[in-house]
């Protein structure tokens, strides 16, 4: 195959389509079950012009979680950006959360615990996400929708907890998302709220039980 200048706009274009090519995969089978191989195949190109691209696997999957996260942000934003208070937020959130979830295999979650370079940059996606959390919160209670004696930054822990607690006792093998979000984060959430948020909660909780 012919060599691939490293500026070009056809390498560019090309790692772009390996990412959502492999981004795709390993989504839908969990990242360990897709071989550079089977990505490179995908896109009837060599593994060789993989590798030339990312290097190694850890690579690509650390290029692939960084586009996709910074892509449902850039998403997130755009839903949210005519809401007009914290609990039309939530919704959004809920919704988007719910059908990522379905979309995804939880083995592609479990497997990024294999890649240091991931998990370092998730974590710190999660420490600036806490931080979000508690300007949601200041802003859920100077709209009256949470109690005003909440501490901001022992309950963003407290969500945060809630996820990894989710994740290190795999209980997506027992329950559904929706089970997970009715019984661990809307109890919670219902704890926050005044009863002007209680009544929105409920608007946001009851048709999805339906």
Do not use: W
């Not at 959360?97 to 370079?117: G, P, V, W």
Request: net charge positive; aromatic share 10%; glycine share 4%.
């Amino acid at each position: 195959m012919q060599e691939i200048n490293t500026f070009s706009p056809y390498r560019r274009q090309l790692k772009t389509k390996i990412i959502e090519t492999a981004m795709k995969a390993f989504r839908t089978q969990g990242v360990r079950k897709i071989r550079m191989d089977d990505i490179a195949d995908e896109l009837s190109i060599s593994k060789r012009t993989v590798y030339e691209i990312f290097g190694t696997k850890e690579q690509l999957v650390f290029e692939c979680v960084k586009k996709y996260t910074e892509r449902e942000r850039s998403k997130l934003a755009e839903l949210t950006v005519h809401c007009s208070n914290v609990m039309e937020i939530l919704l959004i959130i809920y919704r988007r959360r719910i059908e990522d979830t379905k979309r995804t295999n939880l083995l592609f979650y479990l497997d990024l615990r294999r890649y240091s370079s991931v998990m370092q940059f998730l974590k710190e996606k999660s420490e600036h996400n806490r931080e979000l959390c508690q300007q949601f919160i200041k802003r859920g209670i100077e709209e009256g929708y949470f109690r005003t004696n909440l501490d901001y930054q022992l309950t963003s822990l407290i969500f945060d907890a809630l996820g990894h607690y989710f994740m290190d006792n795999q209980l997506y093998e027992r329950y559904s998302i929706e089970e997970i979000y009715h019984n661990l984060v809307f109890v919670s959430l219902r704890g926050m709220c005044t009863e002007k948020g209680l009544a929105e909660l409920e608007r946001i909780v009851s048709p999805s039980q339906s």
